[in-house]
């Protein structure tokens, strides 16, 4: 079977070149980076993942997005 960029895991550079090249240039803004800027992700956690969350966030005295931004970082660490 062959790959599909948009269900296949971690799509690869170049995946999805053949999409992009359709896009219409006038529906494109290029803007300059900001490195001071900060991305919020939303995120939905229920049930017993979520009373999870809740333990640890109150057993290390942080907030559960807190606690959600270290496992970030450190799974960076760990790649």
Known sequence: MGSN?????DPKPGAFDAELATID???VEVHEGDPDAK???LISIEGEDAKRLE???EAQGKKPGDV???LLRDAEQVG
């Open 39 to 41: 991305l919020r992700i």
């Open 68 to 70: 959600v931004a270290d």
């Open 25 to 27: 240039p006038a529906h």
């Open 5 to 9: 960029p948009w269900t296949d895991p």
């Open 55 to 57: 333990r640890i966030a």
